[in-house]
């Protein structure tokens, strides 16, 4: 069956350009998280889905990072006048429920910002 | 202050010596605590989730334990094919009823043919 896909793989962004990360959860998973991933670092948690409701954000480094999840299944992260720290690898992951269980990841989509 | 901290940050062992990984973790209304493994390029995979002191789970090679403070991952008789990052988690209730996953930074384990 289809894992989580993320697209694009890879973003090379100019200073101050906009940029939007799609993410494909896994169908009819209720639960869907953004995270930030630096080099050689843990993923950071950015934000937290259930369904289309967006229920925690307290990760989102800025006001310039918006997620969105409109139907309760695809979702686009969005990152507006990017800035070369926002380089890093961004991970979407999907789990069943709201109980606690397994997050299934996608491959992530590397930014890179110059 | 919620946190995981993995050790070692890097591990390299020759095939078949066996080891284990630590995971030492603070966090409050603990849910359940995560192993993953990440290879280059890709995102991490599941390996065992732990819900509650005492619980261990075995795949093949590894084997994952908990206690009140800190998770061990142990690997028997490795092979080079186990070699990747492994990562820690911890899911926390937050009083707002949703949950919180915090991820350590991971051990590098590279293991030697």
């Known amino acids: 069956g289809a894992g989580v896909s993320q697209s694009p793989r890879y973003k090379v962004a100019k200073r101050g350009q906009d940029v939007a990360l799609r993410c494909d959860p896994i169908s009819g998973h209720v639960s869907l998280f953004w995270y930030q991933q630096a080099l050689g670092q843990g993923p950071e948690f950015l934000t937290y889905?259930?369904?289309?409701?967006?229920?925690?954000k307290s990760g989102l480094p800025s006001d310039r990072f918006f997620a969105e999840r409109p139907e309760g299944s695809v979702s686009t992260l969005k990152i507006q006048r990017t800035q070369q720290e926002d380089s890093a690898v961004y991970l979407c992951a999907s789990s069943p429920g709201d109980r606690p269980n397994e997050q299934f990841f996608g491959p992530g989509t590397r930014l890179t910002v110059l | 202050e919620d946190q995981v901290t993995q050790s070692p940050e890097a591990l390299r062992l020759q095939e078949g010596e066996s080891s284990s990984l630590n995971c030492s973790y603070t966090?409050?209304?603990?849910?359940?605590l995560f192993w993953y493994r990440q290879d280059p390029g890709k995102g991490p995979e599941f390996l065992f989730t732990l819900y509650s002191a005492g619980e261990e789970k075995e795949k093949e090679r590894l084997k994952a334990t908990l206690t009140k403070k800190e998770s061990f991952l142990h690997i028997t008789a490795p092979k080079p094919e186990d070699s990747a990052t492994y990562l820690c988690?911890?899911?926390?209730?937050?009083?707002?009823?949703?949950?919180?996953?915090?991820f350590g930074t991971g051990t590098r384990l590279k293991v030697l043919a």
């Open positions: 988690a911890v899911q926390g209730l937050l009083t707002s009823g949703t949950y919180k996953y915090i």
């Open positions: 966090v409050s209304g603990l849910r359940g």
């Open positions: 889905f259930q369904n289309e409701a967006q229920l925690d």
